[in-house]
């Protein structure tokens, strides 16, 4: 049972470059998350999707795109990368809203010079 | 919206105990979670207590729930060097959850 996977775990882009991040889950979660964690910011919402097909905009979507065209899969794309965008990004999955908590992945490091 | 406080920082001894503490604003929360975050990791779930409840035990965590103040508290136990780490504080709201800025425990041998 692998839980929450998040590809690549580690990318350095340059600015203006695109890049996608892949998150899936094998637990059959309708919801998923994108979350990006800075130094002092804590854990801010990106977008999130409550069931396949579906999205919806967090705390700070802007620069961001996101897809849900699979229940099992969520990807978070950045069509033109700045080094504002230089975080950890952490994928999560749950049952529901709240509905015993989030399973994270191990999340994604990504640096744009 | 929802905001979440918690200290930033908390130094203790081997063997003594932890208590990190989140205050909230949104009294309709329906599930108050505590998270770990081990460098370098993702967030692993701990712990959790459902709004009705004031007070949960799970072997050496304490999870202590006061609705009237909005205040929930996580005591460790015979807090030891693997329990350095940041806690998180989180709690349910309409359709996600929201987190504290997280408290990095650090203990000392």
């Known amino acids: 049972n692998a839980g929450v996977t998040q590809t690549p775990k580690f990318r350095v882009l340059k600015t203006g470059q695109s890049m996608t991040l892949l998150c899936a889950q094998d637990?059959?979660?309708?919801?998923m998350y994108w979350y990006r964690q800075d130094p002092g910011m804590g854990l801010r919402l990106i977008h999130y999707?409550?069931?396949?097909?579906?999205?919806a905009k967090g705390e700070v979507p802007d620069g961001y795109n996101v897809s849900r065209l699979k229940k099992q899969n969520f990807l978070l794309g950045l069509e033109s990368a700045a080094p504002s965008q230089t975080s950890v990004y952490f994928c999560?999955?749950?049952?529901?809203?709240?509905?015993?908590?989030?399973?994270f992945g191990s999340g994604t490091r990504l640096t744009v010079v | 919206g929802e905001d979440v406080e918690q200290s930033l920082f908390l130094s203790v001894r081997e063997g003594d105990s932890s208590v990190i503490n989140c205050t909230y604003t949104?009294?309709?929360?329906?599930?108050l979670y505590w998270y770990k975050q081990e460098p370098g990791a993702g967030l692993q779930l701990l712990t959790y207590?459902?709004?009705?409840?004031d007070m949960k035990q799970d072997q050496r965590l304490t999870v202590l729930l006061n609705k009237k103040d909005k205040h929930l508290s996580l005591r460790i136990a015979d807090t030891q060097t693997g329990d350095s780490a940041i806690y998180f504080c989180?709690?349910?709201?309409?359709?996600?959850?929201?987190f504290g800025k997280g408290t990095m425990l650090l203990v000392s041998p």
């Open positions: 999560a999955s749950s049952e529901g809203p709240g509905i015993g908590g989030y399973t």
């Open positions: 637990m059959n979660h309708e919801y």
């Open positions: 999707s409550v069931g396949e097909g579906t999205t």
């Open positions: 949104d009294s309709s929360s329906t599930y």
């Open positions: 207590i459902f709004s009705n409840m």
């Open positions: 989180a709690v349910s709201g309409y359709s996600t959850l929201t």
